[in-house]
């Protein structure tokens, strides 16, 4: 008896074909004697031994012409093209036929067109015993019983002016041909030979090279080209055995007779032989099993007994089995949920998922089925208490199922385990979110497995889970190393700097890691834990961020640090420093020696702390104290804020320091004022002769100062009248109206002072008076002449040019100057003595200039308020007519002979005055000359 390998199932429905019109059983083909059957293009094609051939579409109309007239032994439908293929002969005793037919085109009598018929030729009639075609036409391979396998081709088999009439023999065996099968590849075309005792196979474009695959064969109609693997199967007694075109493959052990086998929908169609004794009133008739096995799945899908199978054809979604009694039986796959459903109830979930894996019809329907058959399958591993197992299909469901749902079951402490398993899954598939991460470590460091925490989290794959979750999870549990790792390598420096610093306290391995990162994380860093590393490492903190301030680049592992153009503005880490005063005070004194151009901030400090330093006991000591503070004020380069500095310096009753900077910012007063709040006599003394040519103030000011002293300054008090005697700072009265406010001061401290001031006044009033007598008789004499030049002729005596000497003939010019000269010997446009024209410039260039100072108010206002006299700045601009309105003629009026101008009268205020005589005798003007 033959066994099925594996379990046994029924997939299929088993009915017999009735007659839609009678409903008794279709016996359309009782009383034919079919020879053989195919299927293809929507038909069941049969043939009988009589030479018809019979079609029978889907409601069982059953059409047919004669494709022989003597007999049909085979026909072949081609899967891929609409084209028929038959075997016969037309008369007895010949050569066999092959027809070749198309049901593109009809003939008179409305069958299928003849194409083109072949005669198989050898010494002498030899049956057809198998028939192969490929499905692009290429080749037509014809295997008889005497071993022989002819193939026509080359090209389009159905044309015969592209094949030779008889072939070619490609192979003669021992024993009849019992199988051919093509199988085509995009590389080569294959033919499957297959005899009783021998399988190999023959490819075509490789001048028929011959692979010999077996030394057993099959009997004629148990060989197949399988829809699965789209290799050859042979059914023998003992199994079923596979076959590539260069190799063998799997073998099934399903023993027993076999009469026939077909592939259909990746399933394997088995009709085996087995003789059974029927009821007592039937003789002994053949019974053929029919099995149809899953080879991908390894099961039996349907199995049951037929009376004596003639022909199994495979159309229209279904089997059809011809039996000898002429029924027709259908068998009809369950639908795939309907088969699920069968295995569910059996708990065959792994066969269920196997089956959904190869036969649901598209992918997404796959998956869907197969993440509910592991949903139930876990769901009932579960209910049996086996944990771990179930726990192996949850995570199957991955990507579909809720992990909510799996979590919740597997949340108490002794399932730890198998939630853990679940989790690292979820995490490798890149579906975990924070809360999942937070659950999976909180896992692992209950359990303490550090091996499986390494491996979650110190390896080189990509992140697939939350970064910061891990890291807060494995600090918080104590896992330092793990949370360095991973903040390390994903570059989470705030993080990294946390746990070396809060945790690990671990201040060296902080800084160093600092020194590795760029610039802009590093000053970053720097800013946030620069503090806490002072206050820890104080100077190698400083040494870093002197680098940072001053050209970083990135320290690198094993090489010295380099220099780098980046640069931190160093008064922003001026605060890291509260507790570490020595430090920040290295600190500053590198960058202003590095960078002069530092920040005022910097400078500002800096001398904060100079001055906050306290003040030594040894001399020495004090001297290089005062001299450092007074360098870092006096450079030029220092940008400190002198505002700023003053304060410090006031604060700190630095002497040196607060009289440099008033000298410095031009404050004489200051200075003065400073000494005399320290009674500081002699130095008030020295700083009014020192800084009294800038500002003459500074002696009144001592004088007021000393004037209101109670005690004897009668030597300063002298010392200081003479400077203001010197430079005539104060008039008398002043000066004695300040002392007599001092009750010390007497007549003898000022009575020197009083003589030389009475002696001066009365020489300076002796020198006015001589002056305006001077100027009286010169104011007469100039009025004079210029009333005789008025009133009186002016008589021109000389005889010779005044420029050439030689005497004077006419043209002559007279100028009242008493110059002569010879119209030609006279300059420019004879309008100018030669001899008196650079002094008349000289004084039009004084009255020019009188005039443009006059128009100057704001500088006049200015000199009246700095002025010590300021009676002698009006009597300078009276002097200078800024009081008068003068008229500067430029551009005199001309006549045929006659010009004139009145400038003596504008010397004396006036503003115009024209002088003249008779016409015809000689017109005189204000430029002094005259012309006959």
Same mark, same amino acid.
């Given at each position: 008896?033959?066994?099925?390998?594996?379990?046994? %199932?029924?997939?299929?429905?088993?009915? #017999? $074909?009735?007659? @839609?019109?009678?409903?008794?059983?279709?016996?359309? %083909?009782?009383?034919?004697?079919?020879?053989?059957?195919?299927?293809?293009?929507? %038909?069941?094609?049969?043939?009988?031994?009589?030479? =018809?051939?019979?079609?029978?579409?889907?409601?069982?109309?059953?059409?047919?012409?004669?494709?022989?007239?003597?007999?049909?032994?085979?026909?072949?439908?081609?899967?891929?093209?609409?084209?028929?293929?038959?075997?016969?002969?037309?008369?007895?005793?010949?050569?066999?036929?092959?027809?070749?037919?198309?049901?593109?085109?009809?003939?008179?009598?409305?069958?299928?067109?003849?194409?083109?018929?072949?005669?198989?030729?050898?010494?002498?009639?030899? @049956?057809?015993?198998?028939?192969?075609?490929?499905?692009?036409?290429?080749?037509?391979?014809?295997?008889?019983?005497?071993?022989?396998?002819?193939?026509?081709?080359?090209?389009? *088999?159905?044309?015969?002016?592209?094949?030779?009439?008889?072939?070619?023999?490609?192979?003669?065996?021992?024993?009849?041909?019992?199988?051919?099968?093509?199988?085509?590849?995009?590389?080569?075309?294959?033919?499957?030979?297959?005899?009783?005792?021998?399988?190999?196979?023959?490819?075509?474009?490789?001048?028929?090279?011959?692979?010999? !695959?077996?030394?057993?064969?099959?009997?004629?109609?148990?060989?197949?080209?399988?829809? #699965?693997?789209?290799?050859?199967?042979?059914?023998?007694?003992?199994?079923?055995?596979?076959?590539?075109?260069?190799?063998?493959?799997?073998?099934?052990?399903?023993?027993?007779?076999?009469?026939?086998?077909?592939?259909?929908?990746?399933?394997?169609?088995?009709?085996?032989?087995?003789?059974?004794?029927?009821?007592?009133?039937?003789? $002994?008739?053949?019974?053929?099993?029919?099995?149809?096995?899953?080879?991908?799945?390894?099961?039996?899908?349907?199995?049951?007994?037929?009376?004596?199978?003639?022909? #199994?054809?495979?159309?229209?979604?279904?089997?059809?089995?011809?039996?000898?009694?002429? +029924?027709?039986?259908?068998?009809?796959?369950?639908?795939?949920?309907?088969?699920?459903?069968?295995?569910?109830?059996?708990?065959?979930?792994?066969?269920?998922?196997?089956?959904?894996?190869?036969?649901?019809?598209?992918?997404?329907?796959?998956?869907?089925?197969?993440?509910?058959?592991?949903?139930?399958?876990?769901?009932?591993? &579960?209910?049996?208490?086996?944990?771990?197992?179930?726990?192996?299909?949850?995570?199957?469901?991955?990507?579909?199922?809720?992990?909510?749902?799996?979590?919740?079951? %597997?949340?108490?402490?002794?399932?730890?385990?198998?939630?853990?398993?679940?989790?690292?899954?979820?995490?490798? +598939?890149? !579906?975990?979110?924070?809360?999942?991460?937070?659950?999976?470590?909180?896992?692992?460091?209950?359990?303490?497995?550090?091996?499986?925490?390494?491996?979650?989290?110190?390896?080189?794959?990509?992140?697939?889970?939350?970064?910061?979750?891990?890291?807060?999870?494995?600090?918080?549990?104590?896992?330092?190393?793990?949370?360095? *790792?991973?903040?390390?390598?994903?570059?989470?420096?705030?993080?990294?700097?946390?746990?070396?610093?809060?945790?690990?306290?671990?201040?060296?391995?902080?800084?160093?890691?600092?020194?590795?990162?760029?610039?802009?994380?590093?000053?970053?860093?720097?800013?946030?834990?620069?503090?806490?590393?002072?206050?820890?490492?104080?100077?190698?903190?400083?040494?870093?961020?002197?680098?940072?301030?001053?050209?970083?680049?990135?320290?690198?592992?094993?090489?010295?640090?380099? /220099?780098?153009?980046?640069?931190?503005?160093?008064?922003?880490?001026?605060?890291?420093?509260?507790?570490?005063?020595?430090?920040?005070?290295?600190?500053?004194?590198?960058?202003?020696?590095?960078?002069?151009?530092?920040?005022?901030?910097?400078?500002?400090?800096?001398?904060?702390?100079?001055?906050?330093?306290?003040?030594?006991?040894?001399?020495?000591?004090?001297?290089?104290?005062?001299?450092?503070? !007074?360098?870092?004020?006096?450079?030029?380069?220092?940008?400190?804020?002198?505002?700023?500095?003053?304060?410090?310096?006031?604060?700190?009753?630095?002497?040196?320091?607060?009289?440099?900077?008033?000298?410095?910012?031009?404050?004489?007063?200051?200075?003065?004022?400073?000494?005399?709040?320290?009674?500081?006599?002699?130095?008030?003394?020295?700083?009014?002769?020192?800084?009294?040519?800038?500002?003459?103030?500074?002696? #009144?000011?001592?004088?007021?100062?000393?004037?209101?002293?109670?005690?004897?300054?009668?030597?300063?008090?002298?010392?200081?009248?003479?400077?203001?005697?010197?430079?005539?700072?104060?008039?008398?009265?002043?000066?004695?109206?300040?002392?007599?406010?001092?009750?010390?001061?007497?007549?003898?401290?000022?009575?020197?002072?009083?003589?030389?001031?009475?002696?001066?006044?009365?020489?300076?009033?002796?020198?006015?008076?001589?002056?305006?007598?001077? &100027?009286?008789?010169?104011?007469?004499?100039?009025?004079?002449?210029?009333?005789?030049?008025?009133?009186?002729?002016?008589?021109?005596?000389?005889?010779?040019?005044?420029?050439?000497?030689?005497?004077?003939?006419?043209?002559?010019?007279? =100028?009242?100057?008493?110059?002569?000269?010879?119209?030609?010997?006279?300059?420019?446009?004879?309008?100018?003595?030669?001899?008196?024209?650079?002094?008349?410039?000289?004084?039009?260039?004084?009255?020019?200039?009188?005039?443009?100072?006059?128009?100057?108010?704001?500088?006049?206002?200015?000199?009246?308020?700095?002025?010590?006299?300021?009676?002698?700045?009006?009597?300078?601009?009276?002097?200078?007519?800024?009081?008068?309105?003068?008229?500067?003629?430029?551009?005199?009026?001309?006549?045929?002979?006659?010009?004139?101008?009145?400038?003596?009268?504008?010397?004396?205020?006036?503003?115009?005055?024209?002088?003249? /005589?008779?016409?015809?005798?000689?017109?005189?003007?204000?430029?002094?000359?005259?012309?006959?």
């Amino acid at each position: 008896n033959m066994s099925a390998q594996g379990r046994r %199932f029924t997939f299929f429905d088993r009915d #017999v $074909v009735k007659d @839609p019109e009678t409903g008794q059983p279709w016996l359309g %083909f009782q009383n034919i004697n079919i020879s053989s059957s195919s299927s293809g293009r929507g %038909f069941l094609i049969l043939s009988d031994t009589e030479g =018809f051939i019979y079609q029978l579409d889907r409601s069982l109309q059953v059409t047919n012409f004669r494709g022989f007239n003597f007999d049909c032994s085979l026909v072949h439908q081609l899967k891929q093209q609409n084209l028929l293929l038959g075997v016969g002969n037309d008369e007895e005793g010949i050569s066999p036929l092959v027809k070749i037919w198309t049901y593109d085109k009809v003939d008179n009598e409305g069958a299928p067109q003849l194409l083109r018929t072949i005669k198989v030729v050898r010494g002498r009639p030899v @049956p057809v015993s198998t028939i192969a075609a490929a499905e692009d036409l290429s080749f037509l391979a014809v295997g008889l019983y005497d071993g022989t396998v002819i193939v026509y081709g080359g090209g389009d *088999f159905t044309r015969e002016r592209l094949g030779s009439k008889s072939g070619r023999v490609l192979c003669e065996c021992s024993d009849p041909i019992t199988g051919l099968h093509f199988r085509q590849t995009h590389r080569d075309t294959a033919l499957f030979v297959v005899t009783g005792n021998r399988v190999a196979s023959y490819f075509m474009s490789k001048k028929d090279r011959c692979e010999e !695959l077996d030394g057993i064969g099959g009997e004629i109609n148990c060989s197949v080209i399988s829809d #699965v693997a789209n290799g050859l199967v042979v059914a023998r007694t003992d199994g079923i055995y596979a076959y590539e075109p260069e190799a063998r493959g799997y073998a099934l052990g399903v023993e027993g007779e076999k009469k026939m086998l077909s592939s259909f929908r990746g399933y394997l169609v088995i009709v085996g032989r087995e003789k059974k004794r029927a009821d007592a009133s039937v003789s $002994v008739s053949k019974i053929n099993t029919l099995t149809i096995y899953d080879t991908v799945n390894k099961f039996t899908v349907y199995g049951a007994g037929f009376n004596d199978v003639m022909q #199994v054809m495979g159309e229209w979604g279904a089997l059809y089995v011809l039996t000898g009694d002429g +029924k027709l039986y259908q068998l009809t796959e369950k639908d795939f949920q309907t088969k699920l459903e069968m295995l569910f109830k059996k708990h065959l979930y792994e066969i269920a998922i196997s089956l959904a894996k190869t036969q649901a019809t598209s992918a997404s329907e796959s998956t869907d089925h197969i993440v509910e058959i592991y949903q139930q399958y876990a769901s009932h591993l &579960y209910s049996k208490g086996n944990y771990d197992d179930a726990i192996v299909q949850y995570i199957k469901t991955i990507g579909s199922l809720e992990p909510s749902y799996v979590i919740r079951k %597997f949340l108490d402490s002794q399932r730890i385990h198998n939630l853990t398993a679940y989790l690292k899954a979820l995490h490798d +598939k890149e !579906l975990a979110d924070k809360h999942h991460t937070t659950l999976l470590l909180n896992c692992y460091t209950k359990l303490k497995d550090r091996q499986m925490l390494d491996e979650f989290i110190m390896t080189d794959k990509h992140l697939n889970f939350d970064l910061e979750t891990a890291i807060t999870v494995c600090r918080q549990a104590g896992y330092y190393e793990h949370a360095l *790792f991973l903040a390390k390598k994903f570059a989470q420096h705030d993080w990294y700097l946390k746990i070396q610093l809060e945790d690990q306290k671990n201040y060296q391995d902080a800084l160093d890691y600092i020194a590795t990162l760029p610039f802009t994380e590093a000053e970053k860093n720097m800013k946030a834990h620069g503090k806490e590393l002072v206050n820890q490492l104080p100077d190698m903190t400083t040494n870093l961020l002197k680098r940072l301030c001053t050209g970083y680049a990135p320290l690198e592992e094993g090489q010295e640090p380099g /220099v780098g153009t980046d640069r931190a503005k160093p008064e922003e880490f001026i605060h890291i420093y509260v507790n570490q005063v020595p430090s920040l005070l290295q600190f500053l004194e590198h960058m202003v020696n590095v960078q002069p151009d530092s920040a005022s901030q910097v400078y500002d400090t800096l001398l904060e702390l100079y001055l906050q330093t306290p003040t030594p006991t040894e001399q020495r000591a004090i001297k290089q104290r005062e001299d450092k503070i !007074l360098d870092l004020l006096r450079n030029p380069s220092a940008k400190y804020d002198e505002h700023h500095a003053m304060i410090l310096a006031q604060i700190y009753d630095f002497k040196s320091g607060i009289l440099y900077l008033y000298e410095k910012a031009k404050q004489y007063q200051q200075i003065v004022q400073y000494y005399m709040e320290k009674s500081a006599y002699a130095e008030i003394i020295e700083a009014c002769k020192k800084y009294g040519t800038a500002d003459r103030n500074l002696w #009144v000011q001592a004088l007021s100062y000393f004037a209101a002293k109670e005690e004897d300054c009668k030597d300063q008090i002298t010392e200081v009248l003479g400077h203001i005697d010197k430079h005539n700072l104060l008039p008398p009265l002043l000066v004695i109206d300040a002392l007599a406010q001092n009750s010390t001061a007497t007549l003898s401290v000022v009575k020197d002072y009083i003589s030389r001031r009475l002696q001066q006044e009365n020489q300076s009033i002796a020198q006015d008076e001589a002056r305006i007598s001077q &100027y009286k008789a010169e104011t007469e004499k100039m009025r004079t002449e210029i009333e005789e030049l008025k009133t009186k002729a002016k008589v021109f005596q000389p005889t010779k040019c005044t420029t050439c000497t030689n005497p004077l003939d006419l043209p002559v010019v007279h =100028f009242l100057c008493g110059h002569s000269y010879h119209q030609s010997c006279l300059v420019g446009d004879h309008e100018e003595c030669n001899e008196c024209q650079e002094e008349r410039r000289k004084v039009l260039d004084v009255i020019r200039s009188q005039s443009s100072a006059a128009e100057q108010h704001e500088q006049f206002f200015k000199q009246l308020e700095h002025s010590p006299s300021r009676f002698g700045v009006v009597a300078d601009y009276f002097g200078k007519g800024v009081f008068n309105k003068i008229t500067l003629i430029t551009e005199r009026p001309r006549a045929d002979t006659n010009r004139h101008r009145g400038e003596e009268d504008q010397l004396l205020g006036v503003q115009e005055v024209q002088l003249g /005589v008779n016409p015809g005798l000689l017109r005189l003007g204000g430029d002094g000359f005259g012309r006959y």
